[in-house]
């Protein structure tokens, strides 16, 4: 019985984020993300205030929460469930990149807010960093380590390497352009990006003594 009310007040939990998620996209896109307050995305998810600050501690996080949809939750579980013997290195780039575009490029209305708005832009690449931890328990479970910082900074060093991407990608357009024009595709620049580690993945796989293909 226990088991099973927990799992009521997660999938409640999961509800309510979803809501204010989609309800803060939604505003944002209808009146512009500067005419949006807190207490509007609230009413328009059903909820107060006050619990609307249990999930997200603005609104740039919100509005930015509908386009990465727990990116975090699902880059982990993408490095857990390769094979033990894929490469880590091949594992992790393919999980990030798979996680970064599974939904497809975001609209271009929302490219022109997270674009144009610096607070929106600075929440987005932030995002980068919600990945660090699952990441990082991933890693450590396919390495086996005993060294806990190997991991960490192996994710750490992923999470940099994303921020740099995206920055990439979401750099500014030209003034009155008119259009939101994001620079490269974001499968390469990611892969690009996270070349650079792949030496330092193998080498820790190569202590763990872990075989891979």
């Not at 009521?8 to 993300?33: C, F, I, N, S, W």
Request: proline share 7%; aromatic share 4%; glycine share 4%.
């Amino acid at each position: 019985m226990t088991t099973r009310r927990t799992g009521l007040r997660e999938q409640k939990k999961q509800a309510t984020r979803e809501a204010l998620r989609e309800a803060a996209l939604r505003l944002a896109l209808e009146r512009g993300p500067d005419n949006v307050r807190v207490d509007d995305i609230a009413e328009a998810a059903g909820v107060s205030p006050r619990t609307y600050n249990n999930y997200f501690s603005s609104r740039e996080q919100a509005i930015v929460a509908a386009v990465t949809t727990e990116r975090e939750t699902r880059v982990g579980a993408a490095v857990a469930d390769q094979p033990a013997d894929v490469r880590l290195a091949d594992a992790v780039i393919d999980a990030i990149v798979d996680q970064y575009t599974a939904q497809g490029d975001p609209g271009r209305d929302v490219l022109l807010l997270i674009t144009t708005r610096p607070a929106l832009h600075d929440a987005f690449v932030h995002t980068a960093t919600a990945i660090e931890h699952p990441l990082a328990d991933a890693i450590g479970e396919r390495l086996g380590d005993a060294d806990p910082h190997t991991a960490r900074v192996l994710a750490a060093s992923v999470t940099a390497a994303v921020r740099v991407a995206l920055e990439q990608w979401l750099q500014p357009t030209p003034a009155n352009s008119g259009l939101v024009v994001p620079s490269g595709a974001l499968p390469q620049l990611l892969r690009a990006t996270l070349a650079p580690l792949a030496p330092a993945f193998d080498a820790a796989q190569k202590r763990s003594h872990r075989p891979h293909k």
